[in-house]
């Protein structure tokens, strides 16, 4: 059995333990494996840039962050244009499978990977996806492997930057990542006790984040702000005149939440911007037990060569769902969701 195995996008704290669970259980599973382990993602799939990888490799690796195979971005809009040299990209990603003589192509990513995934299942190869995103965004799946990873660096960020804000009595606006959705800011709020937390599902207003900082009894405020979040009045706007306007304040959203506030006279605002670090470091507990689940589950679709499929955790169980039930479809934060309510009751605002 020969299998191939990638890890595509951003990269997060959990992508090694997913590729030993996989690896491990393949060779428990199997009379023979042989491991293709292609560089940097989708790249090394489309010009064949691999090595055989010997599953001693992925012995070690359980709390290792980052991807020994390496990563890139291969976004799924350009996915079907030629390169720059005029390679066609997915016929090359189909021949150099059928070359590889593989079994099996296992892929290690998010939504635009997946989407990239189902159309190599959909040309006829057999393939088998894990759910890979620190923003916990994919369609079908509870939650994703990196995800409580990143909850723990933004939290523990948050925790950080309160005791710096209580002795200045100062507003503080951490802004994690999150462009599309707000999972890893809203889970880190309540985590880390913010006051206030700003989503892209809920549009904001700048005067209702005034309102509660100077209704705050504490004399301090945590702001958390997903990088994707918006004012009301930015979601009326057209896309390139909302990034225009970012570019201004750093391309942050919290540089520029600060600058609205100064405007209305709240002094003392700072900004604290997580970026990569939420992607780096060791995989928590959790997302070692969760990944590696997955990985074996991964292994055992291969071995029953149940193709064309995205291992999920769903109601507390390791399934499977088609890979064209998921692809293309982002898990939002619904405005009725039960924790919607649960925040506010605590007194968490999300000053829409």
Not at 27 to 52: C, Q, R, T
Not at 187 to 200: E, F, K, Q, R, T
Not at 252 to 258: F, G, P, V
Not at 339 to 347: D, F, T, V
Request: hydrophobic fraction near 40%; charge should be positive.
């Amino acid at each position: 059995m020969r299998v191939g195995l990638l890890t595509s996008g951003g990269d997060c704290q959990a992508l090694n333990p997913t590729m030993r669970g996989v690896v491990l259980t393949l060779k428990n599973l199997a009379k023979k494996v042989e491991i293709i382990g292609f560089a940097n993602g989708y790249k090394g799939l489309i010009y064949n840039h691999y090595s055989i990888v010997s599953s001693s490799a992925f012995v070690n690796i359980l709390n290792q962050g980052g991807t020994i195979l390496g990563t890139s971005r291969e976004p799924f809009k350009h996915i079907t244009e030629p390169d720059e040299n005029g390679v066609d990209k997915v016929k090359a990603m189909v021949e150099n499978y059928k070359k590889l003589d593989l079994d099996c192509l296992v892929v290690l990513g998010g939504n635009g990977s997946i989407k990239t995934a189902n159309l190599l299942f959909e040309k006829g190869l057999n393939v088998i996806a894990l759910p890979k995103t620190i923003d916990n965004d994919i369609y079908g799946t509870d939650i994703t492997f990196g995800f409580d990873s990143a909850i723990s660096v933004g939290t523990n960020v948050i925790d950080n930057i309160r005791t710096t804000a209580q002795s200045h009595k100062r507003t503080f606006i951490v802004e994690l990542m999150g462009h599309k959705v707000g999972w890893l800011g809203l889970y880190s709020a309540i985590a880390g006790g913010a006051d206030i937390v700003l989503i892209p599902e809920k549009p904001f207003s700048i005067k209702r984040i005034a309102d509660v900082i100077n209704n705050n009894k504490k004399g301090y405020t945590i702001i958390v702000a997903s990088e994707g979040a918006m004012t009301k009045e930015m979601t009326k706007m057209p896309k390139k005149d909302r990034k225009k306007l970012l570019s201004k304040n750093n391309n942050s959203i919290a540089t520029y939440i600060a600058s609205e506030l100064e405007k209305l006279g709240i002094v003392e605002v700072r900004t604290t911007i997580a970026g990569h670090t939420q992607r780096g470091g060791e995989p928590t507990p959790y997302d070692r037990i969760l990944s590696t689940r997955l990985g074996a589950k991964g292994a055992e679709l291969i071995i029953s060569k149940n193709y064309g499929n995205l291992v999920v955790f769903k109601d507390n169980e390791i399934s499977y769902i088609p890979l064209s039930e998921t692809a293309g479809k982002l898990k939002v934060i619904d405005d009725n969701s039960p924790i919607i309510k649960e925040c506010e009751n605590l007194g968490i605002s999300f000053c829409d």
